[in-house]
């Protein structure tokens, strides 16, 4: 069978009793046994707990027909979870080795609400240990491939989750956010990928990295799949206390796009801006009012995350002393080692007031340049990262070198904001490009009207690697 | 550049209990100076009136109702299942102070 690339395509081949949602697992479990073998996409197959939930799907549509669709509005949606979500009874390493036998005793939030909506867990995927790095390449269970090219990166930390939709392994994925891992791995393997509001998603259950930036994203193939996401899991658990329940934007009909000039700069790839300033020229052709603005202190965001994150990383990873559950200390890798030692460094007695407190304030500065410009313009329209994907081992060996990959991504962490990865084409030879919109808090909505406008206009289709 | 020294890069792994080796100490130091390098651009910056950030929600204190929600608790097997170390429903711990003659 052809498998198919939307949620409601999915829906209604399974209305139409097209094929059964059983069928679709095995559908999804051949590709995996076919090519993860290189690919390595996912850390866990949960073969069993797939074909349980599929029959459930199936059971309902029997018995409720399409109504079963209005109860579960995510019913027969396949899922790969990123390791990083706590999974009942299933395996959850973070990618690290440290946890390689944790098996949870209770499960994320998300991971429930996507069940409870009628979504089919396939497995759990590959990772930057801790959802450290923006390659995939510092998993401890070995680096993920770009199937769109092997020898390339697919972009990380959600580098398995990302990599299994373009592989066509899974319907949709999650992921986490903190300074780039949902949209660079989406931009790198030609996918939408929300990093929503900060305090939109619940993160009850997630394997934290810092605390004040991560996010709960996803994964899909169009802006349609991501919203319907977004819409199962969104909102408060009473769990996690960072929820903020607020008024969601509603878009506008005029709408005004900003390009900040602080994320087209020398040394961002040619190819990609053309692409993006491409993209650009058609929301003008369509309607949207376009204005060139600034956020000056963008430069300096990346120091400023990258002080504030490995403080909160230092923070985090201490609650791991392989008494209660995992392995001891001794089995961090280079990378943890790297962020924790960083991080206790500068929130250290002498250092904690010219790095920790100096990066808070230029937080404080950076959040006030996106509260001037969005008095200026709707949404910001930017790259989401300088290059395109890049090869495999290219920047592993210096860690500044990729830090600096996620110089256009962080800010959004840094001030909260939500950030949508948009695939718009490929280079000539064939790597993924994509560009992103960033808004106020709380207005996906907004976002994902803008990013359908485009999909519209470019009459785009949803592809998979040919593996 | 060299702004981190070993002593220091010692110091740091012992406050977060790790455990390194020399090797390591020479590769750490080399990368961890080169990253506080690129942070020294955020003298450029003028933050003499700024307040920190520590969060963007703008939420303060959030409280719920002292009840018990037995929904959000493990119970005890469940709480030990991560581990093979434990004695008499407990979790068993390297010890801390070492039994000296006085």
Redesign the interface.
């Given at each position: 069978m052809d498998i198919p690339l939307t949620i409601k395509e999915t829906q209604v081949g399974l209305k139409k009793k097209k094929f059964s949602a059983v069928e679709l697992v095995d559908g999804y479990l051949k590709n995996i046994a076919k090519s993860d073998k290189d690919i390595n996409s996912f850390v866990t197959v949960t073969e069993e707990v797939a074909y349980a939930q599929a029959k459930k799907a199936d059971r309902l549509i029997l018995d409720y027909g399409d109504k079963a669709f209005e109860d579960y509005p995510l019913l027969g949606v396949t899922v790969a979870h990123k390791d990083l979500f706590l999974t009942k009874g299933i395996r959850t390493t973070a990618g690290a080795k440290l946890l390689e036998s944790?098996?949870p005793?209770?499960s994320a939030t998300v991971v429930e609400k996507l069940e409870n909506a009628g979504c089919i867990m396939l497995g759990k995927t590959n990772c930057d240990a801790w959802a450290h790095g923006s390659s995939g390449e510092n998993s401890d269970f070995g680096p993920t491939k770009n199937p769109w090219n092997k020898k390339y990166v697919p972009g990380g930390s959600s580098s398995g989750s990302a990599a299994a939709l373009a592989a066509n392994m899974t319907l949709i994925a999650t992921g986490t956010d903190t300074g780039s891992s949902v949209r660079l791995p989406a931009s790198f393997c030609n996918l939408v990928g929300l990093k929503p509001t900060?305090?939109a998603v619940s993160r009850y259950g997630v394997i934290a990295m810092a605390s004040?930036l991560d996010t709960v994203g996803c994964f899909g193939r169009t802006v349609d799949d991501v919203e319907n996401i977004f819409t199962a899991i969104r909102g408060g658990d009473?769990?996690d206390?960072?929820v903020?329940t607020a008024e969601w934007q509603k878009p506008k009909a005029k709408m005004k796009l900003g390009i900040p000039k602080e994320y087209f700069i020398k040394g961002t790839d040619q190819e990609l801006e053309k692409s993006i300033l491409a993209a650009i020229e058609i929301y003008r052709k369509n309607g949207v009012l376009i204005k060139e603005v600034s956020l000056p202190?963008t430069?300096?965001a990346i120091?400023?995350y990258?002080?504030i994150a490995p403080a909160e990383i230092?923070s985090n990873l201490?609650r791991y002393?392989g008494?209660?559950?995992?392995n001891l200390?001794?089995s961090?890798a280079?990378e943890a080692?790297?962020r924790?030692?960083?991080g206790?460094?500068v929130l250290?007695s002498g250092y904690y007031d010219a790095?920790y407190?100096?990066?808070?304030?230029?937080?404080?500065?950076i959040?006030q340049n996106f509260e001037k410009v969005f008095q200026e313009v709707d949404v910001l329209v930017a790259p989401v990262s300088p290059t395109p994907p890049f090869k495999l081992g290219e920047k592993i060996q210096d860690?500044?070198k990729m830090?600096l990959a996620d110089i256009f991504t962080v800010p959004a962490n840094l001030?909260?904001i939500p950030g949508l990865a948009v695939p718009c084409g490929f280079t000539d030879k064939g790597l993924s490009l994509g560009f992103q919109l960033m808004g106020p808090?709380f207005s996906e909505n907004t976002l994902f009207a803008l990013a359908k406008l485009f999909e519209k206009a470019t009459n785009y289709k949803p592809k998979v690697a040919n593996l | 550049m060299a702004k981190?020294t070993k002593t220091?890069?010692a110091?740091?792994?012992r406050?977060?209990?790790?455990?390194?080796t020399s090797a390591?100490t020479d590769?750490?130091q080399k990368?961890?100076s080169?990253?506080?390098d690129?942070?020294n651009?955020?003298d450029?910056?003028d933050?003499s009136d700024?307040?920190?950030?520590?969060?963007?929600?703008?939420?303060k204190n959030?409280f719920?109702t002292d009840e018990i929600r037995t929904s959000?608790c493990?119970s005890q097997e469940?709480?030990l299942?991560?581990?093979d170390?434990t004695k008499n429903g407990y979790?068993v711990?390297d010890a801390v102070l070492e039994n000296k003659d006085l």
């Open positions: 944790y098996v005793a209770y900060y305090g004040s009473g769990k206390s960072t903020k202190l430069k300096y120091s400023a990258y002080i230092s201490s002393d008494i209660r559950y995992g200390r001794n961090f280079d080692k790297r924790i030692m960083l206790t460094y250290s790095y407190l100096k990066a808070m304030k230029v937080r404080s500065k959040i860690p500044l830090y001030a909260g808090r | 981190l220091e890069i110091h740091v792994a406050l977060a209990k790790l455990k390194i390591e590769k750490f990368q961890l080169k990253v506080l690129y942070f651009e955020l450029e910056v933050t700024q307040e920190p950030t520590s969060q963007t929600t703008g939420l959030v719920r959000g493990l469940e709480t299942s991560g581990t170390r979790f711990v």
